[in-house]
């Protein structure tokens, strides 16, 4: 099992990433003990600083957590010609598991990374690697970087530590500082195809193959929420009720009645987080701080800051998720209305929500394209506003109410 084993469909970008994995090898077996000088590393296939791109579940962490580990391979088959990124050896095991003392994975359930968390990214990665390879930083949501955040690690790539290597990860280019994204080079994957990802359900996951090729299809090769519909009966019941939305915005009561519904489901994902999250970290905390757990007891003094950090922390991580969720309705939405386009111009492209056929084709048949497509840019209209900051009922009954006037 090599480490690019679960990056789907993108065998052009591993193979890019196997080259360089291959050149940093090399320097770091041609430098022994010191650090590679800056003209090698600038004539090879390696750099410093990299930026994966590409839509939602084409699978850019995973790419980049792949190249990371290629980097700290140490198999003995590499002396041998073999290329770094076996998957068995110890540097490649810890950082896929996330233990290697020299990878960094940052990934953030907020809506923004701040400046002081990127401060003390910026500060680790100025290091020596304590395994004499590389020190990786693989940031998942550079994406969510605030602009200050930004400019702190914009003076990171600008001035690398030369054993550092910075793995950004955005939806697209426009996603990142225009100096920064300057300083980078580009990765751009594409949305793998629905078959691939329904075997990797079934070979990673242990997924009944007709279960995988669902939601494979369901979610048009987005990865993580094929996995996600394929395991979670829940995910599924919620995406069951939000394709009946179509069907029950005849009349102003029952648009208002379903952008609350989808208010309301929204809002009890992000209860249902808390509930599994919030409590265990209170009480480590609490812990921590040296109040014993359970019992409520007072905090000792001085620590009161610590405990509302935690509790704002939730706050935003609970506002992050409720977004999220109704971020996940409006794109099953989408997609629900392109097979309804789909039908309506006779298009032969396969249909990704087959299991609601009977529903497609009522749509399809009561309306015309032209109004199909309006309905698809209310949508993306509601979209673009909750990014906005819009109130997210507000945002949703307008949209809701542009579905039935069309």
């Excluded at 022994?32 to 791109?53: D, I, N, V, Y």
């Excluded at 079934?202 to 369901?218: C, F, Q, T």
């Amino acid at each position: 099992m090599a480490v690019w084993d679960d990056l789907v469909g993108q065998d052009r970008v591993a193979a890019q990433l196997t080259a360089a994995a291959r050149d940093a090898d090399a320097l770091v077996t041609a430098a022994g003990e010191a650090a590679p000088a800056a003209e090698p590393m600038a004539s090879s296939k390696m750099t410093h600083a990299w930026l994966f791109t590409g839509p939602p579940g084409s699978g850019r962490a995973t790419a980049a957590r792949a190249f990371a580990a290629a980097l700290q391979c140490v198999s003995p088959d590499r002396a041998l010609g073999g290329a770094p990124g076996c998957g068995f050896c110890d540097g490649c095991h810890t950082a896929l598991v996330g233990t290697h003392a020299d990878v960094e994975v940052v990934r953030t359930d907020m809506l923004t990374i701040g400046v002081k968390e990127t401060r003390e990214l910026v500060r680790r990665a100025q290091l020596s690697p304590a395994g004499g390879r590389w020190q990786v930083i693989v940031m998942e949501d550079a994406d969510r970087l605030t602009e200050g955040a930004g400019n702190v690690l914009l003076k990171a790539v600008e001035e690398p530590a030369p054993r550092t290597v910075w793995l950004l990860c955005t939806p697209s280019l426009e996603d990142v500082l225009p100096t920064i994204r300057s300083r980078c080079r580009l990765l751009t994957l594409r949305t793998p195809p629905v078959d691939a990802v329904a075997d990797l359900l079934v070979r990673r996951d242990g997924i009944a193959p007709e279960l995988a090729a669902s939601a494979a299809r369901a979610t048009q090769g987005h990865i993580d929420r094929a996995r996600r519909l394929a395991t979670d009966e829940r995910a599924r019941a919620r995406r069951a009720a939000v394709l009946k939305l179509p069907l029950r915005v005849d009349d102003v009561g029952g648009c208002l009645k379903a952008a609350q519904e989808l208010i309301d489901a929204a809002a009890e994902d992000a209860k249902q987080v808390a509930e599994e999250v919030d409590v265990k970290e209170t009480e480590e905390l609490r812990a921590a701080l040296g109040a014993a757990a359970g019992t409520g007891g007072r905090l000792p003094r001085g620590t009161a800051g610590a405990m509302k950090d935690l509790q704002d922390r939730q706050k935003r991580r609970a506002t992050r998720t409720q977004r999220d969720t109704l971020d996940l309705a409006l794109t099953d939405l989408i997609a629900f209305y392109r097979d309804v386009l789909a039908l309506q111009l006779g298009s032969q492209v396969a249909l990704a929500n087959t299991d609601v056929r009977d529903a497609l084709e009522r749509i399809a048949s009561g309306s015309k394209p032209e109004r199909t497509l309006r309905r698809i840019e209310a949508i993306t209209a509601c979209r673009q506003a909750l990014d906005s900051n819009v109130a997210p009922l507000l945002a949703v009954e307008a949209m809701t109410m542009a579905l039935r006037a069309g």
